[in-house]
């Protein structure tokens, strides 16, 4: 099936080649910053996590999110999934190489991810988060690389799959648990030490990946054949309301307890983040930008004229993705560093190098999106031959 991916109209290569020039400046971008050091980007000593963890942080989730489709597909046999399952399996491994892509780039020297594997230790948490999301990407490119498979030849998938698609269903929310542990284990860090921070990482996860799958469903429709249909897109749209309504729900619980308590340190980030200290308010708009195009996709998709309606569908997603995008893959590190343990405020802001090389680990990421959804859709448009 890989032959599908060699062939393709103008704008298809255009698109590629587009992609293609942007992971090469991100690439270039990378080298400068293996020869010179992470003394290039924003980090600093107080703020030793920025934009590349938090890109991290954020595509874990887009990654999970496939579950949402898994479980109401194979578990309980919604056959409506049954179009739309391959993109979001697909989504996922995409998802899964780039958030290893950004582990690679934030290490500064690539040797010292050899030290996962060399010098196993298992009782750190960033030793099973390797383990889970290399495993959550094998189970997902041997799933969906099977089960498309056996589409094209019109037979069902061989029974060996159906254990790997069940395993992959607590496998999706363990990647993310984990890595939400890898915050709220650290007790200096008032921001994120919260009971509540595996449930928050996974109500944004399964608003967030399942908004962008319907932005790809819709544009996947309108340059293809292939029509992933109204009423799948409809209940992925219900999905992304309730989590999207219990994540903003869990962040309202959060700022509550911070500011109504009054413990500095849980109350100080919150107000660095959405009101600045010290006249330190660099991150400020970002957050009320986020804020705002959170309660605006909500509005729209909750009421269900809005939601039906594909053309208010498409925005409200893509502002409920920005929102995310922002407030998880921002927001939510600096405000566990800044300010630090002492109250000091060092603020921290990616710089140009740190932005192209993200730029071009996205780029990468989109590059295989597009490959893989290229082959997918080729075999559904060969169907409705």
Request: hydrophobic share 55%; net charge neutral; aromatic share 14%.
């Amino acid at each position: 099936m890989l032959d599908k991916a060699l062939s393709g109209s103008t704008k298809y290569w255009l698109w590629l080649g587009f992609l293609g020039a942007l992971a090469g400046i991100g690439t270039i971008a990378y080298l400068f910053q293996f020869n010179l050091g992470l003394g290039i980007t924003g980090l600093n000593r107080d703020v030793s996590w920025g934009l590349y963890i938090g890109q991290f942080t954020f595509l874990v989730g887009v990654a999970a999110s496939a579950v949402m489709l898994v479980i109401p597909y194979y578990l309980h046999h919604y056959k409506k999934y049954s179009k739309i399952v391959i993109l979001g399996e697909f989504l996922a491994v995409a998802a899964v190489i780039m958030c290893i892509l950004f582990i690679f780039v934030d290490m500064g020297q690539p040797m010292r991810i050899s030290n996962v594997i060399l010098h196993p230790t298992p009782n750190s948490i960033m030793f099973w988060d390797s383990v889970v999301l290399m495993g959550y990407l094998v189970l997902n490119i041997v799933i969906g690389w099977t089960t498309l498979h056996a589409d094209k030849k019109g037979v069902k998938p061989p029974q060996w799959v159906k254990p790997l698609i069940y395993l992959s269903v607590p496998w999706a929310v363990s990647i993310h648990t984990v890595t939400a542990f890898l915050y709220a284990g650290l007790p200096g860090r008032h921001f994120w030490l919260s009971a509540i921070m595996a449930a928050r990482f996974l109500a944004s996860a399964f608003a967030g990946g399942p908004a962008l799958l319907i932005i790809l469903a819709l544009i996947v429709r309108k340059v293809s054949k292939f029509d992933p249909g109204q009423e799948p897109i409809q209940t992925l749209a219900k999905t992304v309301t309730y989590a999207m309504f219990a994540n903003v729900f869990f962040l309202g619980l959060e700022i509550f307890t911070a500011t109504y308590s009054g413990i500095p340190g849980h109350a100080h980030p919150f107000e660095y983040l959405y009101f600045g200290i010290d006249g330190h308010n660099a991150i400020v708009p970002l957050m009320w930008t986020s804020t705002i195009l959170a309660f605006t996709s909500l509005a729209l998709l909750i009421v269900p004229a809005m939601r039906k309606n594909e053309n208010v569908l498409i925005w409200a997603c893509v502002a409920l993705f920005i929102s995310l995008w922002i407030d998880k893959g921002f927001g939510l590190v600096i405000g566990g560093f800044v300010p630090n343990p002492f109250e000091q405020v060092n603020e921290y802001w990616p710089s140009f190098p740190e932005i192209l090389i993200t730029v071009g680990v996205w780029a990468i990421g989109f590059i295989v999106l597009t490959v893989l959804y290229k082959i997918a859709v080729s075999v559904r448009e060969e169907e409705l031959a």
